[in-house]
């Protein structure tokens, strides 16, 4: 089993450590941490530092499945996509995602007639330093809108290099990009902009993002980038003038989801001020910028599209967070036009998809609810009725809602103060466990305190550098405990389900009364 939280960590169970090979002897891999216990066994957890290479590393050494599992699951997920009413998505590919080996289930899929997700994907580099060579290879073989409207390519990215690739653990300080960067990003973007390939350029913060558009200006001097649907992906912290940049070059910004996870400890690091525009969707879309909406799934973030519509529309994270004022929430319309109108622009088929008119393509999903009337929190229960009113013929629709809604206001009430009970106790034992295996005079905490310091002075002083080491290892030690405490919660869920499958097994089938004589 691998756990991802967010970019910041991981957690592998006994099984899954056996599989990637990491034991007592395993050291730490450059960009992350093994964490061991105090026996110097390896616990399961990966801490992400200074970015998420161990976690892609990682994922990359477990069993590959065979192809007949991989056709299975693909269709399986599919299927849960439509269950949440997707019927397109892009993909921004992915660490260990080679083409066009890895894309040969997808492909199949697509000649058989099988797809039910039409798919935009785009070209994720693969080789540190080499990622020239992997998109002039790809350009010689695979053309942008090579396919048809179920399976089509769409472009580069969301990794052109990897120096321009600034992972967002909001736990962490600011990633600084190397010095190489611009060197290595220009002649990607110089090849992409002569063959006009589309190209998606990960970016969260704003300091990443002003130099990546150095070299674009710089690009666009020479090959005009307008037309090509070029833009940049999150950009949380993006600042108004690079905005304006990138209107002046026909670019956009696509936005995700990933503050309803990250808004929490975005404020610790940062201050409340800096998150009320993470990002300024509402100034983007004043500026007439073309901006789409997303989630980032599927490793970081919820792939679930009505998470990122609740997200929009209230301002607020999944823990309560009220992030945004008014004025950078969206309204209902908005947000549903972030997600289908205005997502059609990075997929090069604006005016082909997004609405329900003559000459676009036919998609739609049937909704249980309102969208435009539940409230907001409800946004996110609008696919669990739809599945669990799903198979109810019609005449047992109203007692089967009556019953789902009576179980969920008791889940919501008993349910979710059980949960949270179980969750603050369960962190109050594992941070006292964790407290207990740290000391000063450890040599492992010694070495991480100074190398955080050491980062920090390059922003602070040295007495508020050590300050913010310290904080940061208490954060560091918090967020571990807190996930520990959440498996402990799933462990009694699990358990609890269990139970009741058991229950529902020794139920009897109810008959029917038969019909009165006539």
Known sequence: MFVLHLYDRALLNRAALRAVGYTRDSTNPPGGEIVHDSAGNPTGVLIARPNAAILYSTLAKGPKLPP????????????????????????????????P???????????????????????????PKDELADFKNWTGIVRPGQGDDYYRHNGAGEMLVFSAADFEDFLEPRPDMPGSMEAELKPVITLLAQMGWPFRLHATYDETITRALSVYEEVN????????????????????????????????????????????????????APLKRTPPISEMLSMGLPVGGGTDATRVASYNPFVSLYWLVSGKTVGGL????????????????????????????????GAIGPGQLADLA??????????????????LSGTALATLPPEQL?????????IRNIGGSIGISAVNTIAQRRFQAHRGELVTSLSGTSLAVQ??????????????GPHLAMQRAYASLQTTLDGQAQLWAYVD???????????????????????GSAEPAG
């Not at 049937?366 to 696919?383: I, K, N, Q, R, T």
């Open 366 to 383: 049937v909704l249980s609810s309102d969208y435009f009337s539940v409230p907001a929190l409800g946004l996110v229960f609008v696919p």
């Open 322 to 353: 009220s992030m945004y004022p008014e004025n950078n929430r969206q309204d209902r319309m908005e947000a549903l036009r972030l997600w289908t109108v205005g997502s059609s622009w990075f997929s090069t088929e604006d005016g082909k998809k």
């Open 101 to 127: 080996e890895d894309y040969q289930v997808i492909d199949q899929l697509h000649k058989s007639g099988e797809l039910t997700v039409r798919i935009a994907y785009n070209l994720f580099t693969q080789k």
């Open 221 to 272: 001097r020479e090959i005009p980038l307008s037309g090509l649907h070029w833009f940049i992906d999150h950009a949380e912290t993006i600042s108004q003038r690079n905005m304006e940049r990138i209107k002046k070059m026909g670019g956009g910004i696509a936005i995700q989801h990933r503050m309803a996870f990250q808004g929490e400890y975005f404020r610790d690091r940062y201050g409340e």
């Open 447 to 460: 070495r991480y305190i100074a190398s955080l310091t050491t980062a920090m002075q390059r922003h602070v």
């Open 489 to 511: 919660d799933y462990r009694y869920l699990a358990l609890l389900c269990g139970g009741c499958v058991l229950v529902v097994m020794f139920l009897k089938r109810t008959k």
């Open 398 to 406: 109203g007692n089967g809602s009556a019953l789902f809604n009576l």
């Open 68 to 99: 007949e599992y991989q056709v299975n699951s693909s269709r399986h997920f599919m299927r849960e996509l439509n269950r949440l009413g997707i019927t397109s998505i892009i993909d921004a590919g992915g660490g260990f995602q080679n083409y």
